[in-house]
């Protein structure tokens, strides 16, 4: 295995930090800017997901269970008087996220730019370790990696191991790696 020399790690991170602000200029430019009407149409599909049944979340919100005013919004269907599509006004918008206690303009934010957002700062700090293929160990493979990590952190004497707020340095877990026999 080489060793990088501090000039070529610094590189990588470079590298690494200028292809996190690629992804994120490259998730919001291939993100076509959506009106209003589309994410609250987006939101309110998430939202019919998430209680399992349009039925299910008019109940929550108050309504009659059969009521198919969401879901006119979400199909976008055509009135019958104007044969324009039915859209969610902001009235409607701020009744449902009082109802469910969600934050005031909730129904507005595209959730592809709030998650993309979310990552924007992000940096992976390792240099010489592939993020992607870290994160898709599974379970068993990442703690048993995590616990190598740790384990080499406390023989160089650097304290890596998180601290639950209030609890003791003694009552935390020591995590000592598998040695077999020999």
Avoid: C
């Amino acid at each position: 295995m080489t060793v990088a020399s501090p000039n070529d790690s610094a590189a990588l991170i470079e590298r690494n930090s200028a292809a996190l602000q690629h992804e994120f200029s490259h998730a919001l430019s291939n993100t076509a800017m959506k009106t209003v009407e589309e994410i609250r149409r987006i939101q309110l599909s998430a939202l019919k997901a998430r209680f399992g049944t349009m039925a299910a979340l008019n109940d929550r919100l108050g309504r009659a269970k059969t009521d198919s005013t969401l879901t006119q919004y979400l199909n976008s269907s055509k009135g019958s008087k104007t044969q324009k599509p039915k859209q969610m006004g902001s009235p409607m918008a701020r009744a449902i996220e009082a109802a469910l206690d969600l934050e005031t303009g909730w129904m507005d934010n595209d959730p592809g730019l709030v998650e993309a957002a979310k990552h924007a700062d992000r940096t992976w700090p390792f240099a010489l370790i592939d993020e992607t293929r870290v994160v898709s160990l599974d379970g068993t493979k990442r703690a048993q990696l995590e616990g190598m990590i740790v384990a080499f952190a406390g023989q160089i004497g650097i304290g890596i191991v998180a601290t639950p707020s209030g609890a003791e340095e003694s009552e935390t877990r020591s995590i000592q790696p598998n040695r077999k026999a020999a």
